[in-house]
């Protein structure tokens, strides 16, 4: 087989670029993937009971790109939706991030009043404060919400998510917990957030139907390294696995995912329920919450247990954030800088968390450099 690229991965990095090589340059494209399945963690289906479930957990769409929402609508209807989390703090469900809502629900009515009057002065209306910035405050009663949401809401749920303390994390983690200043309960503020109509599946299955891309699946790219010519290749998977593991391995967290099928119409008055602190799991989430399958007499719960990535057991979910292993990507990343005519991105390929959209937009990106380069 004679093919322009290879994309390895059927995730959004990998189907951005072979839709975009395929519609606008007309290349031939080769997409293989080792899982059985398009989609990459976004990949859902339809359970025996007829529940769209999110075999690799809850994935919500949201972005403030126009660019990437006007691109991805080519392939789908979109339902609106806006995620609600809630964490379990004391025994009360409260609203995520942390908020106006919140304080009410915890807190007295005189201390929510000073702690909200006092937010509202020092940052202003709508805004987001992280964590780590509120407890530089020399306001007691700010610097006493700061550490109370960062105890009950914050290190609890980074210990089980990552297996270590927020002080051993990159300041980035710390960066995206963040207080709002506002009784706007969704937990996303984008300008865009919705779900696909028929789900994600269907939205790949429609990027990938052009005629000059052929799919292999439950294929290790390195199987057709030797059977198929082409003149370049993306990769999508782990960088570290791509060179060897020459400068060591990358460590990743996982998860593992327990599906619970309940005979109710719903068990949760949200989409997902967070529980910092207690159980082993972090938190729940109802897949018709976010799908809208509100006819249904039964639903579907996903219990979330982080562990360790363990190469050929599970999958690599989040690159871990901390300095040393960002020194041992930049390794990696000279090995790439040799290589003409290898292409690295994406989650793995990057070794960066991306949301859906900022995935999309790496691969956008890199396209049009290669369509210019």
Same mark, same amino acid.
């Given at each position: 087989m004679r093919v322009d690229y290879v994309i390895v991965g059927a995730g959004f990095t990998g189907a951005t670029l072979a839709e975009r090589l395929a519609s606008e340059l007309d290349k031939k494209v080769l997409v293989v993937d080792r899982r059985p399945h398009i989609g990459g963690n976004a990949y859902d289906e339809y359970d025996p009971q007829g529940v769209l479930v999110h075999r690799y957990g809850?994935?919500?769409?949201? %972005?403030?790109?126009?660019?990437v929402w006007?691109? *991805?609508?080519?392939? %789908?209807?979109?339902? =609106?939706? +806006?995620?609600?989390?809630?964490?379990?703090?004391?025994?009360?469900?409260? =609203? *995520?991030?942390?908020?106006?809502?919140?304080?009410? !629900?915890?807190?007295?009515?005189?201390? !929510?009043?000073?702690?909200?009057?006092?937010?509202? !002065?020092r940052f202003g209306y709508g805004t987001r404060v992280p964590i780590l910035r509120l407890r530089e405050e020399e306001d =007691?009663?700010?610097r006493f919400l700061a550490d109370y949401v960062y105890r009950n809401v914050f290190e609890g749920y980074t210990l089980k998510q990552w297996g270590m303390r927020p002080e051993e *994390?990159? /300041?980035t983690v710390t960066g995206r917990v963040p207080v709002l200043v506002s009784y706007d309960e969704r937990y996303f503020q984008d300008a865009y957030q919705a779900m696909p109509r028929e789900? +994600? %599946?269907? *939205?790949?299955?429609?990027?990938l139907a052009h005629p000059n891309i052929r799919l292999l699946l439950q294929t290790d790219w390195k199987e057709v390294e030797g059977e198929v010519r082409f003149d370049r290749l993306v990769f999508t998977g782990p960088i570290d696995e791509f060179f060897g593991y020459l400068h060591g391995p990358l460590p990743y967290r996982s998860l593992r995912f327990r599906m619970e099928h309940r005979p109710v119409p719903w068990a949760q008055e949200v989409g997902t329920v967070n529980y910092p602190n207690e159980h082993p799991y972090t938190r729940v989430t109802e897949f018709k919450h976010l799908t809208g399958q509100d006819h249904l007499p039964h639903t579907v719960l996903?219990?979330?247990? /982080?562990?360790?990535?363990? =190469?050929?057991?599970?999958?690599?979910?989040?690159?871990? /954030?901390?300095?040393?292993?960002?020194?041992? +990507?930049?390794? +990696?990343?000279? #090995?790439? #800088?040799?290589?003409?005519?290898?292409?690295? !991105?994406g989650r793995l390929g990057d070794y960066r968390y991306y949301n859906m959209d900022q995935a999309v937009a790496r691969a956008l990106k890199l396209f049009e450099e290669i369509a210019h380069g």
């Open positions: 809850p994935h919500i769409f949201h %972005t403030n790109s126009k660019k006007d691109y *991805l609508s080519r392939f %789908t209807e979109w339902r =609106p939706y +806006y995620h609600r989390v809630r964490a379990v703090v004391e025994g009360k469900e409260v =609203p *995520l991030p942390f908020s106006l809502a919140s304080l009410r !629900a915890l807190f007295s009515p005189r201390l !929510a009043d000073r702690l909200e009057e006092k937010l509202i !002065a =007691p009663d700010l *994390l990159s /300041p789900g +994600y %599946t269907a *939205l790949f299955r429609r990027m996903a219990y979330e247990y /982080p562990e360790a990535y363990e =190469p050929g057991r599970n999958e690599p979910y989040y690159p871990v /954030p901390k300095e040393e292993n960002e020194d041992r +990507y930049r390794l +990696y990343l000279k #090995e790439a #800088e040799k290589l003409k005519t290898v292409y690295f !991105a």
